[in-house]
């Protein structure tokens, strides 16, 4: 699974950005689309994600104000944030998980990384 992601950029407080990720390769074996971030000096976090019965997962940080889909059966995802704040300023990477022999054990698939910065 290759994954190729943009749309980050920078905005001030309170605008908003979408992130955009297309998935190529073997898509039929993605189970679960999604997006982390890592800021400088911080360990990379779980923003969203959405698997394929479409249930979502948000961090608590970001719940009511961010929005991940899922389009054209695994092809691609979105997610679309709104209220930003200066503490969303990271990278943002695009993640694929798909199923391997060993049960509930996922391997993982990442894109390059997308620059969301938010000014104050």
């Known amino acids: 699974v290759q994954l190729q992601a943009s749309g980050g950029g920078l905005v001030q407080a309170g605008g908003s950005l979408r992130l955009f990720c297309g998935a190529s390769?073997?898509?039929?074996?993605?189970?679960?689309l999604g997006w982390y971030r890592q800021a400088p000096g911080k360990q990379r976090e779980l923003v969203a994600s959405?698997?394929?019965?479409?249930?979502?997962n948000y961090a608590d940080s970001v719940k009511g104000r961010f929005t991940i889909s899922r389009h054209n059966a695994w092809k691609s995802t979105s997610l679309q944030m709104n209220s930003l704040k200066p503490e969303d300023t990271a990278v943002y990477y695009c993640?694929?998980?798909?199923?391997?022999?060993?049960?509930?054990?996922?391997?993982?698939?990442w894109g390059q990384g997308t620059q969301v910065t938010v000014s104050s």
């Open positions: 993640n694929a998980q798909s199923s391997t022999a060993v049960a509930g054990i996922n391997k993982y698939y």
């Open positions: 390769g073997s898509i039929y074996s993605i189970n679960v």
């Open positions: 959405i698997t394929d019965g479409r249930g979502t």
